[in-house]
């Protein structure tokens, strides 16, 4: 938990799923000199007469150090090898508004929880807090979601008591707001607990969920809202987005994404992108 500019904010959480090494590194950059003799690595030096096998493969990805790959690196700057490393990280808890940051870097596989398929709790609150509920009703239900960065109760009810004037806006302006809201299987449910607002957000959470339900009710969060995803960069990439993003210059929730990736990042990478002091 860290304050900005008067308001508390959650940090992420960042897990390294796989990596794939840099012997494969150092074994593309032995090729482009047909050097595999002068590795340090027997297993890249074998390299030079025979096809790996897969006992040699396994030893290949474990690899540690790689004095050519720290020469490329440092002193001939030719990075386009780090690019056959990749690394892959889980980030648990960043914001929108840092999956657009995410956005500007270009070489990156991406894939993030999407508010197409996982807007089903807030719109039931929304649904039954007009049938038996209130205002009330509902921002206590999305507030125990804990769904967004900001860490602070009395702000986080501001921001769940617009997402419920939008709501409502849009519920007076389409004929049939129930019909893009709740899965057509949940219907009956609306009738059946009709001035039991729990009972009645306990069946639509219970029942099916409506399929795409974010395609309608996307406008109503905002960049504070909390994101899960997968992110996978070549070295090479993940070098130029730790010189971004962890410089003081960077937008500060992204600067702390990237300072919790370093954080599980193995060293025998830093080494290779994050200039030594």
């Not at 390299?47 to 790996?52: F, G, N, R, S």
């Not at 702000?155 to 008591?161: A, D, F, K, P, Q």
């Not at 729990?198 to 069946?203: M, V």
């Not at 210059?249 to 300072?259: D, G, N, S, V």
């Amino acid at each position: 938990m860290e304050e900005m500019y008067g308001i508390k904010y959650s940090k992420p959480e960042v897990v390294l799923l796989q990596d794939t090494g840099i012997g494969v590194a150092e074994s593309a950059a032995r090729t482009c000199y047909d050097s595999f003799s002068n590795s340090e690595n027997e297993v890249i030096q074998q390299l030079e007469h025979t096809l790996p096998t897969q006992e040699m493969l396994h030893k290949l990805n474990g690899v540690e150090e790689s004095a050519l790959l720290d020469d490329l690196a440092w002193t001939y700057f030719h990075h386009s090898i780090l690019e056959h490393a990749n690394l892959s990280y889980l980030v648990r808890g960043t914001s929108r508004g840092v999956l657009q940051e995410h956005a500007r870097h270009r070489i990156q596989a991406i894939s993030v929880r999407s508010t197409r398929y996982t807007m089903s709790g807030i719109i039931n609150a929304f649904v039954a807090s007009k049938h038996g509920g209130d205002r009330d009703f509902f921002i206590e239900k999305v507030l125990a979601f804990d769904m967004f960065v900001t860490a602070d109760a009395t702000y986080n009810r501001l921001e769940i008591g617009a997402m419920y004037d939008k709501l409502d806006f849009q519920s007076k302006k389409v004929e049939d707001f129930h019909s893009i809201a709740v899965a057509k299987s949940s219907l009956a449910l609306i009738e059946e607990f009709d001035g039991d607002a729990q009972k009645l957000y306990d069946a639509l959470q219970s029942g099916k969920k409506k399929r795409n339900v974010g395609d309608a009710f996307k406008h109503i969060i905002t960049d504070n809202v909390k994101v899960d995803m997968v992110v996978t960069f070549n070295l090479r990439s993940l070098k130029n987005y730790f010189t971004l993003r962890d410089s003081g210059a960077a937008y500060f929730q992204i600067r702390w994404l990237a300072q919790a990736m370093m954080q599980v990042t193995p060293q025998k990478y830093l080494d290779l992108i994050i200039k030594k002091k």
